[in-house]
């Protein structure tokens, strides 16, 4: 089978963000980008599909501008057969990003997507969910384990308090959790592998979507500063604070 | 103008979340009614219509619901909310997994995640893992929006009347099959919903140090965490990391345990409302974060205040 697997450039997870003095977004220039941590558990989990036989072809596929083919060779490097960039200037919003991936999806017609549970930029864990309800397709959000039977797949989602477990019907959509995987690093040869490897770029005209932005952004502040704390001498001040300052214990 | 509220509930009972997006409903404006889409589930339906403020409560009470697929609830949800201004369900697992389907299907952007309502279209979330909070205005005619129950009070769960109106629509997508469910069984809270969190990081050095944070965390009734670099170490396993990549928490008491306090960790505890380290380096950046920070070796302190509490 074929899988597809969206893939975002973000900014590195180890960098603090710096909100712009005029509070209209964060800081972006001049930081460290890498790929959405999610979006590696994605890569990973096609790749061992790939190795166990199940998958035949791998296809990554990022929406932004050219720096996002760095994010789609990393994954070739990782094992991704082809890539597919949708330039765009800006990042669209979730709903965007799922109607042109969902022009891919028909285009390419893969049997599963497999995509990161929610990128670490804006934090909205939509997009996945939106694809499959444009797609008409069954998901299985917050993926721990996948298991492909037949024309079946058998998911098992992080749920509060425990863990559940689906079947859906092929073709179908799965987003990854923290412990679906642990991704591996790209070697050497295979970075210079990659980047052999075909990239096809499209424009959303191409796919007959039109990228719009039904949400603006009024303000972006820095959170709360938390008060200054105290240090204190020993455990019974410790326990003294928490009991009759802070009343927590 | 009125708004949809998704219950969160397992058809036995209402869950706690619920009530929080009552609230934030109740700031918006506007009549509030409560969706309970499940089977067997007219005891949670009762629960909702006593919730302060609510005025009808919808109850689609049928097989095809009873693990609330998202595949099948969503197209109740995008039937019933054309009827609606807003549609809101709390940024639950259940309510993450539902919601952006929902609003797929009505053709309008979600807001994941809110945690404060400046106005009927304007609202505050997140970004960056809690490191900036964006004000976002939304220009659609029904606005589909996540809540983060720590951002609102509980509405009260007891004071209201509102009249139970049955939904017999019946939405059955067939494309979805509910296998099975494994609860965790501990004692201990889960993560995400704990009132008190005793986290490890790699001053723990090794997984079976974690039995001194359990024993702590059983007296305080507390859930346990761990940083990434305990999970990338292997002492636990990951779905016990707190921080960006991880949960995002906000319990009353956090206490951080051999964390360093890297910018990834902060992220996912920096709004607990009483923060203490533990850290026998005192240039630890956890410290500057820490409500109350005691430089000391762990497995001194650690034993000692689990004997004095």
């Known amino acids: ?249 | 103008m009125a708004i949809l509220i998704i219950a969160e509930h397992d058809n036995q009972s209402l869950k706690g979340a619920t009530l929080n997006a009552v609230t934030a409903a109740t700031q918006i404006g506007g009549d509030v009614h409560i969706l309970v889409a499940g089977a067997g589930c007219q005891a949670v339906a009762d629960a909702a219509s006593a919730v302060a403020g609510v005025s009808k409560v919808l109850l689609a009470d049928n097989a095809a619901y009873e693990h609330q697929l998202a595949e099948n609830v969503s197209l109740l949800v995008a039937e019933l909310g054309t009827d609606y201004s807003h549609v809101i369900a709390p940024a639950t697992t259940a309510g993450k997994n539902l919601m952006p389907r929902v609003a797929a299907l009505l053709d309008v952007a979600q807001l994941s995640d809110v945690i404060r309502v400046d106005s009927e279209d304007t609202f505050a979330r997140p970004i960056y893992a809690g490191n900036a909070i964006a004000t976002v205005k939304s220009l659609d005619a029904i606005k589909v929006i996540t809540i983060r129950g720590t951002g609102f009070d509980a509405a009260a769960a007891e004071g209201g009347s509102a009249v139970i109106e049955a939904v017999t629509a019946v939405h059955d997508a067939g494309i979805s099959t509910f296998i099975g469910e494994e609860m965790a069984k501990s004692d201990r809270p889960e993560l995400t919903a704990a009132s008190v969190i005793v986290s490890g990081g790699r001053g723990m050095g090794n997984g079976e140090n974690f039995a001194l944070l359990e024993s702590l965390a059983d007296k305080l009734g507390a859930a346990v965490g761990a940083s990434r670099a305990a999970v990338d170490a292997g002492f636990v396993p990951n779905d016990m990391q707190v921080g960006q990549t991880g949960k995002i928490v906000a319990p009353d008491l956090y206490i951080a345990v051999g964390i360093s306090g890297a910018i990834q960790h902060l992220a996912g505890m920096k709004d607990s409302k009483v923060i203490v380290a533990i850290n026998k380096d005192e240039e630890a950046p956890i410290f500057s974060v820490a409500d109350y920070g005691l430089v000391a070796d762990l497995f001194d302190a650690v034993p000692e205040l689990d004997g004095k509490l």
């Open chain 1, 1 to 249: 089978m074929k899988i597809l697997v969206p893939v975002k450039r973000v900014i590195d997870y180890n960098v603090k963000v710096r909100v712009k003095s005029d509070n209209s977004d964060v800081d972006l220039s001049n930081v460290k980008m890498a790929m959405n941590p999610f979006c590696e558990i994605a890569v990973e989990e096609a790749v061992r599909l790939k190795e166990a036989g199940v998958a035949s072809e791998i296809i990554a596929v990022s929406i932004g501008d050219k720096a996002c083919q760095e994010q789609i060779r990393t994954a070739l490097a990782l094992g991704a057969d082809r890539g597919i960039q949708i330039e765009t200037e800006s990042a669209p919003d979730a709903l965007s990003a799922a109607k042109l991936l969902k022009a891919v999806v028909q285009a390419e017609q893969p049997q599963l997507v497999i995509m990161g549970k929610q990128s670490i930029d804006s934090d909205n864990n939509q997009t996945g969910q939106m694809l499959a309800a444009l797609l008409d397709y069954p998901q299985a959000t917050f993926a721990s384990e996948v298991k492909v039977e037949g024309d079946k797949v058998q998911v098992t989602r992080e749920i509060d308090g425990g863990l559940q477990t689906l079947e859906l019907d092929l073709p179908a959509v799965i987003t990854t959790d923290l412990r679906l995987n642990e991704p591996r690093y790209a070697s050497l040869p295979n970075i210079m592998k990659a980047k052999r490897k075909p990239l096809d770029v499209k424009t959303p005209a191409d796919l007959g979507v039109e990228v719009g932005n039904k949400v603006t952004l009024v303000a972006v502040n820095p959170p709360a500063e938390r008060q200054a704390g105290i240090k204190v001498a020993s455990v019974s001040e410790l326990v003294d604070k928490l009991k009759n300052e802070a009343k927590v214990v």
